[in-house]
Nanobody
Framework: QVQLGESGGGLVQAGGSLRLSCAAS????????MAWFRQAPGKEREFVAG????????AYADSVKGRFTISRDNAKNTMYLQMNSLKPEDTANYYC??????????????????WGQGTQVTVAS
């Protein structure tokens, strides 16, 4: 089992920045792919960014390309999401997710085995 815990959410003005963290514990050696998703009230959960835990080219949703950056610190078993130039439409509960196998469609939430509890990001206009 892998346990995931997000932190770093909060209230920020439009144009501001936040960095989210996702700390993994447990059988972290079994992680292959990790990603960030978000869900706004009344909307479906959507993919934000993802990458292989071992590295590689990250994938981003079109809506966040050029503004968000996903990274990781293997030594700390922690994944990050740096969010710059935030917009009110980025307001959502942000979740980190992990898959224990190599998946092709990083944007497919059903592929992930483990989920965190989420951290709320609110961007004021």
């Amino acid at each position: 089992q892998v346990q995931l815990g997000e932190s770093g959410g909060g209230l920020v003005q439009a144009g501001g920045s936040l960095r989210l963290s996702c700390a993994a514990s447990g059988r972290t050696f079994s992680m292959n792919t990790m990603a960030w998703f978000r869900q706004a009230p009344g909307k479906e959960r959507e993919f934000v960014a993802g990458n292989r835990w071992s590295g590689g080219t990250p994938a981003y949703a079109d809506s966040v390309k050029g503004r968000f950056t996903i990274s990781r610190d293997n030594a700390k078993n922690t994944m990050y999401l740096q969010m710059n130039s935030l917009k009110p439409e980025d307001t959502a509960n942000y979740y980190c997710a992990a898959a224990s196998r190599r998946i092709i469609g990083l944007e497919n939430s059903y592929e992930y085995d483990y989920w965190g509890q989420g951290t709320q990001v609110t961007v004021a206009s």
